[in-house]
């Protein structure tokens, strides 16, 4: 019997190296979390929401907000830490394009410019 030879590496897995600007390239599929009906009612699928960090004291959440600056709902994702990152320690702007609408779920990527 011959052996199965060592395990390749996951590289699919790894952070860019310095976890830099790869790290802020990145784009995420992510539900609006308490959305307000009178922002997003009158928009739709395809509809490009801005991105941006309100901070609280020690504490920072991830928004979006529509072409007037009115607050839309928050996001929570896998990797929103460094969407926030990204935004406030590298000037990075993000986008969030409304993918889908179900019931009152709002789907959106959310993507550097």
């Given at each position: 019997?011959?052996?199965?030879?060592?395990?390749?590496?996951?590289?699919?897995?790894?952070?860019?190296?310095?976890?830099?600007?790869?790290?802020?390239?990145?784009?995420?599929?992510?539900p609006i979390?308490?959305?307000k009906a009178a922002v997003l009612g009158p928009l739709a699928a395809g509809a490009v929401l801005d991105v941006d960090v309100l901070t609280s004291g020690s504490s920072s959440a991830l928004v979006v907000k529509d072409a007037a600056g009115a607050l839309a709902g928050a996001l929570t994702f896998l990797g929103y830490l460094t969407v926030i990152n990204c935004i406030v320690q590298q000037g990075i702007a993000y986008k969030a394009t409304i993918q889908t609408i179900t019931g009152g779920v709002y789907t959106v990527e959310v993507a550097p410019l």
């Open positions: 019997m011959s052996g199965g030879g060592g395990g390749g590496g996951r590289d699919d897995l790894s952070p860019g190296v310095g976890g830099g600007a790869d790290q802020c390239g990145k784009s995420y599929i992510a979390n308490s959305p």
